[in-house]
């Protein structure tokens, strides 16, 4: 059956989203080689001017799109309203930019998507991360494990804390399962922020012997200062 677009309602065939709202999503083009941030055009691949990442245990950040409207709804809707199709529609745009253009998705062994903690995953009905997980894996030819990692406690919502307290907030929130030794590991988010929830998760996925960390997002907020 065709389908609607998701952002303007036309009408979109297979797709989630027609093609003009596919194109004028706001695309990380080209991002910086580490933190991931949207360099300036004409500025050639590599760190950006600017990378400061101190995220501990990431080695590099990969993100789809800038954090502003439409992009913005579309996450409020997948956490918030029970829309788990935006969910699927942002892991299905996270995978397009891991693919990149016609070129190859990163490789990685594994991904694992930020867990929720049981009673949030229980009110939500699924995890948002590992919704939009599952295409991106697919892109990477990687598996995924969902429970792979665990979330020790119920902290409160990152997005209503100051950058020092989500800090503060997260640490050592996470346990994770099961014998990484080896493997390269890609965590998968639906926005990064501060960063500090994936740096808490890398953190606990070395101690379990990964050997490279990404941390892959459908979404990063872009602002004046680099991610702390
Ligand atoms: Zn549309
Ligand atoms: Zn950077």
Redesign the pocket.
Known sequence: MPLR?L??G?A?GAAM??R??CEDLPWIVSGCSRCGAPLPPGVPPGPCAACDLALRGIDRVRAALVYEYPVDSLVAAAKFHGRVECARLLGELLARHLAGDGGDAPACDLVVPVPLHPDRLGRRGYNQAAVIAAPAALAAGAAVDQHAGKRRVNTPPQSGLAGSDRCVNVRAAFAVRRDLEELDVAIVDDVITTGHTVSALAVALRRAGARRVEAWCAARVVSAQPPR
Do not use: I
């Open positions: 677009c952002l303007c036309l979109s989203v027609c003009g709202c």
